[in-house]
């Protein structure tokens, strides 16, 4: 079956370091991966979407990048703060029925 | 502008007892989606409407679920004779419809189930 999964450990990382998250899927080719931010008690914040033609996105300090051949998308925070810290989750798209991964917990420590 | 809005925000029921949950989606999207996140989980989709078509249901785990939604707007979501194991947060998400666009969520209603 069609599957995203992403590390379920929790990431922690020094203030001001680039934070990278991994987001694998298996069994399909997306169309594209969007990448969404959840705090505690929230729903989800939508972040970025990459298309399977794009091998990167920017927006200010988060990239994204997208490879079909390792079929794996990485997510990344540069210069890190605080604020950061939540939980990051990648879904993926190409019809209406987006697959979400389990995310992954991000603690950026001061 | 408002963004989605669930109520209630948390709801404690008895085993066997019926719940209603509700959403409010953005004006104007046509798109409307229910999940379900237990603790250590995924989002688990449930239920798709979007516009006068016929809802996708595939998701929805039981007879027990269903799910309507009235004038194209507001949504309700029914477990009828609730389990232990329907403890979760159920999120509400609504989108404009076109392909990639993005899914804005509500912050859930938190159902437990004693």
């Known amino acids: 079956s069609q599957k995203i999964e992403q590390n379920s450990e929790a990431l922690n990382i020094q203030e001001g370091k680039t934070a990278t998250l991994t987001c694998n899927y298996t069994?399909?080719?997306?169309?594209?991966l969007q990448w969404y931010r959840q705090d505690p008690g929230r729903g989800p914040v939508f972040l970025l979407l990459?298309?399977?033609?794009?091998k990167e996105k920017r927006k200010e300090r988060l990239k994204v990048t997208f490879d079909t051949t390792l079929k794996q998308s990485l997510f990344h925070i540069t210069a890190s703060q605080p604020a950061d810290s939540a939980t990051y989750l990648c879904?993926?798209?190409?019809?209406?029925?987006?697959?979400f991964g389990t995310g992954t917990r991000l603690k950026v420590l001061a | 502008g408002a963004g989605v809005s669930q109520s209630p925000s948390n709801k404690v029921t008895e085993k066997g007892k019926d719940v209603e949950l509700r959403c409010d989606p953005i004006?104007?999207?046509?798109?409307l989606y229910w999940y379900r996140q237990s603790l250590g989980q995924g989002l688990e989709f449930l239920i798709y409407?979007?516009?006068?078509?016929?809802?996708?249901k595939s998701g929805l785990p039981s007879d027990r679920f269903s799910a309507e939604r009235t004038g194209g707007s507001v949504s309700t979501l029914t477990i009828q004779r609730t389990q232990q194991e329907d403890s979760a947060v159920y999120l509400c998400?609504?989108?404009?419809?076109?392909?990639?666009?993005?899914?804005?969520f509500g912050n859930g209603t938190r159902l437990t189930v004693t």
């Open positions: 879904a993926s798209g190409g019809t209406y029925k987006y697959i």
């Open positions: 069994n399909y080719s997306p169309a594209y």
């Open positions: 990459i298309r399977e033609n794009e």
């Open positions: 004006s104007g999207h046509t798109a």
């Open positions: 409407f979007q516009g006068n078509s016929a809802p996708d």
């Open positions: 998400a609504s989108s404009t419809g076109t392909d990639n666009s993005p899914l804005h």
